[in-house]
């Protein structure tokens, strides 16, 4: 894994490593990985996790070089957190936040609202982050994996995130930051919130990402079913090459989803 990241780090000089899963905290790996990706130089190392054992790898994470990470809550209620994880113990979750920022991380939360299943938790997520001085950005759905084609029943959009909001803040909008995935808003009292709508206001036209799954496989887009698989025995026109063919896969205009769950490619 390290000897591809080295490889695409001379051919397109990384800004941005993250890490990603399934769950990469069962990684058994994982501080040896992000110590050797900050001895490359990228010093910009972020990671995605449900947090679950964040209170114990926090602080080795930071000594590694990890700079911030970015935890997946959808639900602050415990009823809510068992409809949306199928696990038990929020509260596990918030420790590992708290583990976390004493470690020095900068810790942003990211929450899916789907429509009759966690909407209700907007307002309770927003005020958990305010307390804790952390960004939150609420996703709209994804059509991936087995959603691919029932997303539309679960879409919970911008507009609708924001009238949410409107309920007991007022805010304004912030500039869009170029190639970024969420449009961010900032309230009077000064938090700042953001929203991903793939979906409704999407941000395929100035996407800058490439996707690296654990098999070795790259990915423009997560819209695409057709990995590119690099091989130890590519010589640099031949990186360079498979490197465009991933651009390729980008989309134009707007995310189209995908039957392939996220687990196989990161999510």
Same mark, same amino acid.
Request: hydrophobic share 40%; proline share 4%.
């Given at each position: 894994m390290l000897d591809i990241i080295q490889r695409l780090h001379e051919q397109l000089d990384?800004?941005?490593?993250?890490?990603?899963?399934?769950?990469?905290?069962?990684y058994h790996d994982l501080i040896e990985v992000i110590a050797g990706i900050r001895s490359m130089g990228i010093s910009r190392i972020r990671l995605t996790t449900n947090a679950f054992l964040l209170q114990r790898l926090a602080a080795p994470m930071e000594?590694?070089?990890m700079?911030?990470? #970015?935890?997946? =809550?959808?639900?602050?209620?415990?009823?809510?957190? %068992?409809?949306?994880s199928r696990r038990n113990s929020v509260q596990r979750v918030l420790d590992g936040i708290d583990a976390a920022l004493a470690a020095g991380l900068e810790v942003k939360l990211n929450a899916v609202?789907? *429509?009759?299943? #966690?909407?209700?938790?907007?307002?309770?997520?927003?005020? %958990? $982050?305010? @307390?804790?001085?952390?960004?939150?950005?609420f996703l709209e759905v994804m059509a991936m994996g087995h959603?691919?084609?029932? @997303? *539309?029943?679960? =879409? %919970?959009?911008?507009?609708?995130?924001?009238? $949410?909001? $409107?309920?007991?803040y007022r805010f304004a909008? =912030?500039?869009?930051?170029?190639?970024?995935? $969420? #449009?961010?808003?900032?309230?009077?009292?000064?938090?700042?919130?953001?929203?991903?709508a793939n979906e409704t206001v999407p941000f395929c036209h100035d996407c800058n990402r490439l996707r690296l799954d654990s098999r070795g496989n790259i990915y423009g887009c997560l819209s695409s079913n057709h990995p590119i698989v690099l091989d130890k025995t590519d010589d640099q026109d031949a990186l360079r090459e498979k490197l465009g063919n991933a651009l390729a896969q980008k989309q134009a205009l707007r995310f189209t989803g995908s039957d392939l769950s996220m687990l196989e490619i990161g999510g």
């Open positions: 990384l800004d941005t490593i993250r890490l990603t899963g399934g769950e990469p905290l069962l000594k590694a070089g700079r911030s990470i #970015n935890v997946s =809550l959808d639900a602050i209620g415990e009823e809510t957190f %068992f409809l949306m609202i789907m *429509k009759g299943m #966690n909407d209700s938790q907007i307002l309770p997520l927003l005020e %958990f $982050a305010f @307390s804790r001085k952390i960004r939150i950005r959603l691919h084609d029932h @997303s *539309k029943k679960y =879409l %919970f959009t911008q507009d609708e995130i924001l009238q $949410a909001i $409107a309920r007991r909008p =912030l500039d869009r930051i170029q190639s970024s995935t $969420a #449009n961010y808003w900032q309230t009077d009292g000064g938090p700042i919130f953001g929203i991903i």
